[in-house]
């Protein structure tokens, strides 16, 4: 295999396992902050305990998301030099942005909030916790906004020629909001809330069916179900506007998302299908006009399809078209299930209902497939190109790294990364089947006295 | 010397490198001595001294990174892409190092614990040595063609000078650790610490010594700028006065002082390193004139300013909350319920 092809595998494999990590982080941040909130305004001790045991499973998430987070900074100057070159003036800067607005905030409080439950106050400790959840979403912002600019590029210009061409900043605040940031950022971040939650929620469910710790699993699955049901909602909401902006800014990931190879008005919307590429079109149940009317709230309105585009300026539509549907499918399939669980739970009844209860175990998967399908389709739908219009994903290579080098790092990894997950996945489950600590029920410490008011 | 923004971005990333030698030093150096019990309770303590902070220690190299990357994208791009497979292996190094402080307490049994001890500090001796050995290499110089790409090879990153500096590197780190951890602890681990301290710093100053020469014979262009200004010598006398004054304290137990002065004599190593560099930021040997510099390899004007005012917010909100964090956490080390 060629470098190209080896960089592209190393890189979609690391960054792909490093994202089962972040999206934990900031929703179990969020969870945190939700119970430990809870527990200071109820004063019911069953909050303490359920904040201290998902706070060890944070940790644990946590402490593997830095760990293959570095690999991310470093690989886009070691696998990627050229395009680090041509960006550096613009992406370097959201980088280490979030280095100094994220990253310390996270790693600092992160400190307080692991270790410091018998050494502050309640107060100071519940503000750590907020601080540690702030920083994981400040980190989402960051990074939003690097690739964002590579899907949408703004305030930016290009100085220099052929080898030493770059982009420059022009309009700092352009850059940040651009085109698409708002729209993704939230639809990463309502994607992240789910994989917390439904993670709680899975765990909580687990302990109903086997009949163990059922006064913490009710009030985690009350926390969790409640923060499902509102992100999985959202997430349609903006997933629906990240797809109205594909349409007017990345036009050509949108047809291939929907396999549309002709600009038509009363364009279809593809429910269940296959693309066949071959004869251009898609085998399968379409809903007609609808993917008009969702872009354009218009049943009339024309779509633009790939034949606009030039061969070599299309992304590859099989691979777009089936993440971009299995993220759909799943998130939809997330609604009803978050729905169910809810309607349930509120009626007092969930714990008779062992199906749902099952099904419920096994959802914490939704969100963790839904989260990597969609990443997928967003840079599979990018390219041919690595950043937008601008630079090639080819062009992008370092010049002096050669084939042999990088599959030797990539194999590395990959041992790496599988016992990382092995380990991971032993421990969790430790975790899990050892519950919630029953001395977490008495709160100890400095955590012990009562606020003062 | 004109401070231009140039200028003070070099400096701000030798800031951020600084603080990472400085801060995540001591915890490397706790790693490195960390096989040195076998003592599964002593071990916990020492894992514990740096718990709440190893982690907020290892984003001042990130940030640093990030920096490296937003101020100097071709210094960035050359440097990451030529020191390729050491960098592999440095995060190998990193990754194997911090996920072992979090797995290891998970479980009691001896072959667990045993197998993420010695990652741990392998993984931390791996990080210095190699973080040395790729400093040693800007200092030392390294081909750089005309396109400003590396046209070295790996091995030819391994010549005895770079080694040199990342096993003085190793020296410091352990030493810097010891002293953290003598201030960590008490009772028998705190003696058995004071002993390796004095250990360390002897090694240490065998590697400074060496390496001073060394560099004063082989490598003259690093001494070249406080050759010419007799004035930065002074620079140079307060890194031995630092270095000195560590088993002075020591001696007299004042160990926090001892730790003062360790902390001094890398921030003082460092600046030696950074004024004799300046302005290159990676030295091409054997055709100078191919060398990245503050100018050729920056950022425009523009970002460079954008990115002096992140710093100006940022940096200071992150040293008032870090120096609070260390505040909440002082003292000797008390193993308990939330200890690794």
Known sequence: MDVLTLSRIQFGATIAFHYIYPPLSIGLGIMLVLMEGAWLKTGNNLYHQMARFWTKVFALTFAIGVATGIVMEFEFGTNWATYSRFVGDVFGSALAAEGIFAFFLESGFLAVLLFGWDKVGRKLHFFSTCMVALGAHFSAVWIVVANSWMQTPAGYHIVGEGMHARAEITEFWQLVFNPSMLDRLFHTICGAWCAGSFLVVSVSAWYLLKGKHLEFARKSLKVGLTVALVSTLLQAVTGHKSAQGLEKNQPAKLAAFEGLYETTSNAPLVLVGWPDEKNEKVIGISAPGMLSFLTHNDFHSPVIGLNEFKPEDRPPVTPSFLFFHGMVGIGFTLIAVASLGFLYFRKGTLHERRWLLWILVFSVLGPQLANQLGWFAAEVGRQPWIVYGLMRTPAGLSAVVKANVVLSSLILFTLIYSLLFAVFIYLLNDKIQHGPDDADLIPSGKLALPTKN | ?340
């Open chain 2, 1 to 340: 010397m004109h401070l231009d923004l140039n200028t003070i971005w070099f400096i701000l990333v030798g800031v951020l490198l600084t603080g990472y030698a400085v801060l995540d030093g001591f915890d490397l150096g706790i790693g490195a001595l960390h096989l040195f019990t076998n003592k599964d309770e002593e071990r916990r303590v020492m894992l514990n001294s740096i718990g709440p902070v190893w982690d907020g220690n290892e984003v001042w190299l990130v940030t640093g990174g990030g920096a490296l990357f937003a101020a100097f994208p071709n210094v960035y791009a050359t440097a990451f892409s030529g020191f390729y497979l050491a960098l592999m292996l440095l995060l190998a190094a990193l990754i194997f190092r911090a996920v072992a402080i979090e797995f290891r307490s998970k479980r009691p049994e001896r072959w667990w614990r045993q197998m993420w001890d010695v990652s741990f500090s392998v993984g931390s001796i791996v990080s210095s040595l190699l973080i040395g050995t790729a400093l040693g290499n800007i200092a030392w110089g390294v081909p750089v063609d005309a396109n400003g790409e590396f046209a070295g090879t790996f091995l030819g990153l391994l010549s005895p000078y770079p080694l040199l500096v990342g096993v003085t590197t190793v020296a410091l780190f352990m030493m810097h650790g010891a002293i953290y951890g003598v201030m960590k602890t008490e009772g028998e681990l705190h003696d058995k610490l004071r002993g390796w301290a004095m250990g360390c710093i002897i090694f240490f100053v065998i590697c400074a010594v060496t390496l001073t020469m060394s560099t004063l014979l082989y490598v003259p262009h690093m001494a070249a700028r406080v050759r010419e200004n007799p004035w930065l010598f002074s620079v140079a006398l307060a890194n031995m006065l630092a270095i000195a004054n560590i088993p002075r304290e020591f001696h007299h137990g004042n160990d926090g002082k001892a730790f003062l002065s360790s902390c001094a004599t890398i921030v003082t190593l460092m600046a030696l390193f950074a004024l004799n560099i300046f302005p290159n930021m990676i030295y091409s040997l054997p055709n100078p004139e191919n060398s990245l510099t503050i100018y050729n390899a920056a950022s425009s004007p523009k970002t460079l300013g954008i990115m002096l005012v992140i710093a100006c917010i940022g940096v200071p909100v992150v040293i008032a909350y870090t120096v609070c964090i260390y505040w909440i956490f002082r003292g000797k080390v008390k193993l308990d319920r939330m200890s690794y």
